[in-house]
T-cell receptor, first 115, second 108 residues
Framework: GAVVSQHPSRVICKSGTSVKIECRSLDFQATTMFWYRQFPKKSLMLMATSNEGSKATYEQGVEKDKFLINHASLTLSTLTVTSAHPEDSSFYIC???????????FGSGTQLSVL | AQRVTQPEKLLSVFKGAPVELKCNYSYSGSPELFWYVQYSRQRLQLLLRHISRESIKGFTADLNKGETSFHLKKPFAQEEDSAMYYCALSGNTGKLIFGQGTTLQVKP
């Protein structure tokens, strides 16, 4: 079945550094990628939607200069948390959809801890 | 192992029939369970969460800790309920684990 690979699964970084999270669709072309943020025991929060080759659409309240999303190919999208601070510590998860069917496939998530 | 299982890939019912989308989980603590819905070519939306005990669009879900289940139910399905439904679990670490999803098809 279709697989979405998300790396790294866990990252610990110092405040002020940037962290890049990759999301790859392994056996299908992901025309749309969604990036979510998850706080403990809370509902998933959509951060942005990206379509291959175009700029990402950010949800209200999400800083696009802080959370850089690149979807340069049909199999890869990246989320870069720039100048990370402790409040950015969270679980980030991507999901990918293809134009062939409407099912979403989820990455395994990235636990970001900013010290 | 932490896991969410939705055993049915596709559930097809007629309009007006009862619906039950199954979700079983495996988690060694006290998780929070969610149901998310994705309507045709739209973004994923939160449908309900067990902690709020709400009924959204006629759907309910009860957390059964003994059976480790969180099945989604609706007494009378409507055509507009046709969508993808995802069961998800969130634990103390914040990690969110999704089930594989179930396509609900409500036929007229």
């Amino acid at each position: 079945g279709a697989v979405v690979s998300q790396h790294p699964s866990r990252v610990i970084c110092k405040s002020g550094t940037s962290v890049k999270i990759e999301c790859r669709s392994l056996d299908f072309q992901a025309t749309t990628m969604f990036w979510y943020r998850q706080f403990p025991k809370k509902s998933l929060m959509l951060m942005a939607t990206s379509n291959e080759g175009s700029k990402a659409t950010y949800e209200q309240g999400v800083e696009k200069d802080k959370f850089l999303i690149n979807h340069a190919s049909l199999t890869l999208s990246t989320l870069t948390v720039t100048s990370a601070h402790p409040e950015d510590s969270s679980f980030y998860i991507c999901s990918a959809g293809s134009s062939v069917n409407e099912k979403l496939f989820f990455g395994s998530g990235t636990q970001l801890s900013v010290l | 192992a932490q896991r969410v299982t939705q055993p049915e890939k596709l559930l097809s019912v007629f309009k007006g029939a009862p619906v039950e989308l199954k979700c079983n989980y495996s988690y060694s603590g006290s998780p929070e369970l969610f149901w998310y819905v994705q309507y045709s070519r739209q973004r994923l939306q939160l449908l309900l969460r067990h902690i709020s005990r709400e009924s959204i669009k006629g759907f309910t879900a009860d957390l059964n800790k003994g059976e480790t289940s969180f099945h989604l139910k609706k007494p009378f399905a409507q055509e507009e309920d046709s969508a993808m439904y995802y069961c998800a679990l969130s634990g103390n670490t914040g990690k969110l684990i999704f089930g594989q999803g179930t396509t609900l098809q409500v036929k007229p």
